[in-house]
C-alpha cells in the first residue's frame, strides 16, 4: 500500500484573523487528491498544583453563553499572520508556547511561574490543527491579574477528587483539557496514596 504524500504548496483558501482554510494536493499512489484542513495557531493551557489541589479558572465564554471552569491558559499568537511570521524566524514552537505560558499564568491567575515545565502537546486532528501546550506549573510567587478587557475570570483551587470529577460531569468543557488533566490527577493522586 502506498503511503500518502504532499505534493505542490499549499493554497490558502480563506483566512480570518484566527484561522485559515488550506487546502493541500496529496499524491496516493498514482492518484492525486485534494485535502483540506482548517489551522488555527497554538494555545497553553497550565497546570499549577499546590497542596493536593489545581488551579482552575471559572471563565465567562462567550461561545458556551455562560461560565466554564477551564485549565488557566490562551493563545500563544493573537493572529494567523503572527503565528507565520514567528516560524519563518524560528520552528521552535516549543520556545513561543513557553513565553506565551508564562505571560497567561500573570494574566490569568495573578500568579508569577518560578519554574515551569511542558509535559504534554494535545493534537486537535488531521482536519483541525490546532495543538495545545500543557505546562506544570508547580512554583510560583503570589501577584495580580491582569486580564484583558472582556475577561472575566475567577480563579479557584479545587481539591484532586472535585476536579477529577468535573472532568468526568462535563464540568470542564474543552474535553483535551479535561483528558490531560484527569491523566494528571489521576497519576497524583495514586503518588499520594502510595506515599
Known sequence: MDTPQTCGKEKIAYRSRI?????QHVRIGNKKVEFEFARRPPGVRLLLIKKGKVLLTKEFRVEHGTYDYRLPGG??????????????????ILKYATAAAKKECVEETGLKPQSIKHIYTSK??????????YFLVPKFTEGKQKL???????????PFSAAIKMCLNGSIHEDSSAAVLLRF??????QIRKS
Not at 484561522?19 to 487546502?23: C, D, L, T, Y
Not at 493563545?75 to 521552535?92: E, T
Not at 484583558?148 to 479545587?158: L, N
Not at 490527577?185 to 495514586?190: D, E, F, N, Q, V
Open 185 to 190: 490527577l489521576s497519576k497524583k493522586s495514586a
Open 148 to 158: 484583558e478587557e472582556g475577561e472575566i475570570i475567577h480563579p479557584k483551587w479545587m
Open 75 to 92: 493563545k500563544v499568537f493573537d493572529s494567523i499572520g503572527d503565528y507565520h511570521a514567528a516560524m519563518k524566524k524560528s520552528d521552535n
Open 19 to 23: 484561522i485559515e482554510i488550506v487546502k
Open 124 to 133: 486537535a486532528g488531521a482536519t483541525v490543527i490546532w495543538d495545545l501546550f
